[in-house]
């Protein structure tokens, strides 16, 4: 499926998990949700804190709009929204960034209160009677993103992962029609997983000792690292903790426990071979003849 060409997510009937699916349009960064923290761990900086970034993608052709996770980004980013601009524009325009990034830094996130208000579809409708609306809020003039990737479904949080407060912009994890409606959208916007073969973004895995896990964080450069950082493809088919590996632990616990209930049988039905304390006068008297 990886190998697979991707299909345009606006011209699909019937949308399916984890199909491989494209998509081009703008960024409206100022519509933008972290969801987490969800610790990474980086080359020459070791286990980081920070957040997937989800990002509407609006495509003027179609008057319609899906949501991106364009992958992981630093756990700084949520303070400074003016990151989130620049970081993709940078590579796909020329000019002047710094000024780019320090106009964009200026711009505050819009209120919570306000994302819920519709401001296009994502270029259908169930009735058929609705137009699309007229598009984002008025923004400068952004570049054209081909974006590819993989459908990706609500997670499923477990009882320690506390719940969501999209009032306050608050996601620990994915919700997609829930991070829809916040920023506006219909409650069935697909979301895209944003994947990418670039070696740089595969996850990073501990092997070896403390020491040379050290020696290998020195001679890396963080510096070298583009963020966000979108899932690779290869680790969409990677176990990072391998089937032999839960066959082996079930064996040697299994083993462990066959052994401990030995041992208690024995314990059990055994008795303790302990001396005996007789009176030595009285045995004495006892082997004397008459």
Not at 63 to 88: F, M, Q, T
Not at 176 to 198: E, F, K, M, N
Not at 240 to 258: A, E, Q, R
Request: include cysteine; hydrophobic fraction near 35%; charge should be neutral.
């Amino acid at each position: 499926m990886l190998e697979s060409p991707a299909q345009n997510v606006f011209e699909l009937e019937d949308l399916k998990e984890t199909q491989k699916v494209c998509a081009s349009g703008r960024f409206v960064h100022s519509r933008s949700i972290f969801v987490g923290p969800r610790p990474r761990s980086l080359p020459g900086l070791g286990i980081q804190n920070g957040y997937f970034l989800i990002t509407p993608l609006y495509d003027p052709t179609r008057k319609g709009a899906v949501l991106v996770n364009r992958g992981w980004v630093p756990a700084s980013w949520n303070e400074d929204i003016g990151k989130v601009e620049a970081a993709w524009d940078a590579g796909a325009q020329s000019g002047n960034l710094e000024a780019e990034a320090q106009q964009a830094s200026s711009n505050s996130r819009v209120e919570p209160q306000k994302q819920k208000q519709g401001w296009f579809s994502w270029g259908r409708s169930k009735s058929g009677n609705e137009q699309p609306q007229a598009g984002p809020p008025a923004a400068k003039e952004k570049p054209t993103v081909h974006v590819v990737g993989m459908l990706q479904q609500s997670e499923q949080p477990s009882a320690v992962i506390p719940d969501n407060v999209p009032d306050n912009l608050e996601f620990h994890w994915i919700d997609v029609p829930t991070l829809a409606r916040t920023v506006g959208l219909p409650a069935d916007t697909p979301l895209i997983q944003r994947i990418s073969d670039d070696p740089a973004s595969q996850q990073q895995l501990h092997k070896g000792s403390p020491v040379q896990q050290a020696r290998e964080a020195a001679s890396s450069s963080p510096n070298s690292l583009v963020f966000p950082i979108p899932k690779n493809s290869a680790d969409l088919v990677t176990y990072y903790t391998m089937p032999n590996d839960h066959l082996i632990y079930c064996g040697i616990w299994s083993s462990l426990c066959v052994v401990l209930g030995l041992m208690a049988r024995h314990a059990i039905r055994t008795p303790p071979k302990t001396y005996r304390m007789v009176d030595q006068q009285a045995a004495w008297n006892s082997t004397r003849p008459s």
